[in-house]
């Protein structure tokens, strides 16, 4: 990989190069025969009459142009910084939390040659220290790795199907990793082998597999740990790459293992500088939910349990849109909480299988917006809304300065009217210097985006 890296850069480089030179020899000859073609024309400019320096329009045009640059860069260097501070001081002055969080990115470059080495490096798994993976549940998010060496992590997944209460209406069968629909969050470090064992304890008869876009390999890792009923397969993967990663279920048909549940989130921290620390982490998962009509009891009665429907999985028209599995799970029954002053990050993927999400938290903005899950990179700064495909991710930082309700959406608004809502309770006192009007907040009757 690194031959094929220096290759690439190589060849980039060279051919500009050389049509830079050729660009150079073309002007050049150009030039010269313009000067033969006009000779009679061109005199020569005596010492009296030849303009200075300072009158030659051509200097004065190269004079002038760099003075505006370096009063440009100047100005604008002293802008940002300008800017930085007042955006500081908005979020509440000297605060350490909003000041780390907006703390220059240039640290992060360097995960890129790590990635040469890990690359390159045969790793001998029997000499790693073995560790036992902690898995969370959503939305819990498991602790910062703190460890600086790599291990030989053991994950194991296990496949179960459960009635669930998927939508206020109706409940559905799922099929989980773990018991849960999104599966465990995963958290891991770059260089770690991770050691995947999948049982499957369904007793439907489905072979289940994981597909983790965190691993290198054919399939992702699928076809190494397709398990049939009753079987366990196990698998080893190492991770060259750092960033958040989705990983499902591929087994045929592979929409209906996603759609059905089979999903979450993999975070393979950098080797060295992680994201700066925040005091509250979060995992939500959007995902989409197609179902048929309930059939109907003796009594001539809908049932509350509906089945999946392919047909409308590709119509790509979703009965509900949900975060974390189902209608309400971060509204009614788990609203997300935080303090006035602190910090959140969401680690935030889309399951699909079909639809991009428009995610936007109301009423704050993402302070670092680690778009596709790249932490790299440097981050975008004070986003509104960040696009997220299908089997796509995003990690975002807020700060909560003002208290009250915060409203996680798909921005893809008529999707609240189908589940996709989700609440930040954040407790406190009252900021009035940063919000405040004349009569007390009084939210819209019928209002779905505000609690
Ligand atoms: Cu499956």
Same mark, same amino acid.
């Given at each position: 990989?690194r031959?094929?890296?220096?290759?690439?850069?190589?060849?980039?480089r060279?051919?500009?190069?050389?049509?830079?030179?050729?660009?150079?020899?073309?002007?050049?000859?150009?030039?010269?025969?313009?000067?033969?073609?006009h000779?009679?024309?061109?005199?020569?400019?005596?010492?009296?009459?030849?303009p200075?320096?300072?009158?030659?329009?051509?200097?004065?045009i190269i004079?002038?142009?760099?003075t505006?640059?370096?009063?440009?860069?100047v100005?604008?260097?002293?802008?940002?910084?300008?800017?930085?501070?007042?955006?500081l001081?908005?979020?509440?002055?000297?605060?350490?939390?909003?000041?780390?969080?907006?703390?220059?990115?240039? +640290?992060?470059?360097?995960?890129?040659?790590?990635?040469?080495?890990?690359?390159?490096?045969?790793?001998?798994?029997?000499?790693?220290?073995?560790?036992?993976?902690q898995?969370?549940?959503?939305?819990?998010?498991?602790?910062?790795?703190?460890?600086?060496?790599?291990?030989?992590?053991?994950?194991?997944?296990?496949?179960?199907?459960?009635?669930?209460?998927v939508?206020?209406?109706?409940?559905?069968?799922?099929?989980?990793?773990?018991?849960t629909?999104?599966?465990?969050?995963?958290?891991?470090?770059v260089g770690?082998?991770?050691?995947?064992?999948?049982?499957?304890?369904?007793?439907?008869?489905?072979? +289940?597999?994981?597909?983790?876009?965190?691993?290198?390999?054919?399939?992702?890792?699928?076809?190494? !740990?397709?398990?049939?009923?009753?079987e366990?397969?196990?698998?080893?993967?190492?991770?060259?790459?750092?960033?958040?990663?989705?990983? +499902?279920?591929?087994?045929?048909?592979?929409?209906?293992?996603?759609?059905?549940?089979?999903?979450g989130?993999?975070y393979?921290?950098?080797?060295?500088?992680?994201?700066?620390?925040?005091?509250r982490?979060?995992?939500?998962?959007?995902?989409?939910?197609?179902h048929?009509?309930?059939?109907?009891?003796?009594?001539?009665?809908?049932? %509350?349990?509906?089945d999946f429907?392919?047909?409308?999985?590709?119509?790509?028209?979703?009965?509900?849109i949900?975060?974390?599995?189902?209608?309400?799970?971060?509204?009614?029954?788990?609203?997300?909480?935080?303090?006035?002053?602190?910090?959140?990050?969401?680690?935030?993927?889309n399951?699909?299988?079909?639809l991009?999400?428009?995610?936007?938290?109301i009423?704050?903005?993402?302070?670092?917006?680690?778009?596709?899950?790249?932490?790299?990179s440097?981050p975008?700064?004070?986003?509104?809304? !960040?696009?997220?495909?299908?089997?796509g991710?995003?990690?975002? %930082?807020?700060?909560?300065?003002?208290?009250?309700?915060?409203?996680?959406?798909?921005?893809a608004i008529?999707?609240?009217?189908k589940?996709?809502?989700?609440?930040?309770?954040?407790?406190?006192?009252?900021?009035?210097?940063?919000?405040?009007?004349?009569?007390?907040?009084?939210?819209?009757?019928?209002?779905?985006?505000?609690?």
């Amino acid at each position: 990989m690194r031959h094929l890296l220096h290759t690439s850069v190589g060849s980039g480089r060279r051919p500009m190069i050389m049509m830079a030179r050729l660009g150079l020899r073309l002007r050049l000859r150009n030039a010269a025969m313009w000067r033969h073609a006009h000779a009679p024309m061109i005199r020569p400019i005596s010492s009296s009459t030849a303009p200075s320096s300072k009158r030659n329009p051509t200097v004065i045009i190269i004079t002038g142009i760099s003075t505006a640059l370096a009063f440009a860069c100047v100005s604008g260097f002293a802008y940002s910084t300008f800017r930085r501070e007042s955006s500081l001081s908005l979020l509440g002055g000297s605060s350490s939390s909003a000041d780390q969080l907006l703390a220059p990115t240039s +640290h992060l470059f360097p995960s890129v040659e790590y990635y040469n080495s890990l690359d390159n490096e045969q790793t001998d798994v029997d000499k790693l220290p073995m560790e036992e993976a902690q898995l969370t549940a959503a939305p819990s998010v498991p602790p910062v790795i703190t460890r600086k060496h790599p291990v030989l992590l053991k994950v194991p997944l296990r496949t179960t199907t459960r009635l669930s209460q998927v939508t206020n209406q109706y409940k559905y069968e799922e099929w989980t990793f773990n018991g849960t629909a999104p599966g465990p969050f995963i958290r891991a470090r770059v260089g770690d082998v991770v050691e995947l064992s999948l049982t499957n304890n369904d007793t439907t008869g489905n072979p +289940h597999n994981i597909d983790s876009h965190a691993f290198a390999g054919p399939g992702g890792g699928s076809a190494l !740990t397709t398990a049939e009923e009753n079987e366990t397969k196990t698998g080893r993967f190492k991770l060259l790459c750092p960033g958040l990663y989705i990983y +499902h279920c591929a087994a045929a048909p592979v929409p209906v293992h996603i759609a059905n549940g089979m999903h979450g989130l993999m975070y393979v921290q950098p080797e060295e500088q992680d994201l700066p620390p925040v005091d509250r982490e979060y995992y939500v998962m959007q995902s989409e939910i197609y179902h048929e009509a309930p059939d109907l009891d003796d009594d001539g009665r809908p049932l %509350d349990v509906v089945d999946f429907s392919y047909p409308r999985g590709l119509r790509e028209d979703p009965n509900a849109i949900v975060f974390n599995g189902r209608e309400s799970a971060l509204t009614r029954d788990a609203p997300l909480k935080a303090k006035v002053g602190e910090t959140v990050r969401i680690f935030f993927g889309n399951a699909g299988p079909n639809l991009t999400s428009a995610f936007h938290v109301i009423g704050t903005h993402f302070l670092n917006c680690y778009r596709d899950g790249d932490v790299t990179s440097p981050p975008a700064r004070f986003v509104g809304t !960040t696009s997220v495909p299908p089997g796509g991710t995003t990690i975002v %930082d807020m700060k909560m300065v003002v208290p009250g309700s915060y409203t996680i959406v798909d921005h893809a608004i008529f999707r609240l009217d189908k589940g996709a809502v989700g609440f930040i309770n954040v407790s406190g006192p009252q900021r009035p210097d940063v919000y405040v009007g004349n009569l007390p907040p009084q939210p819209c009757v019928g209002c779905k985006l505000h609690a």
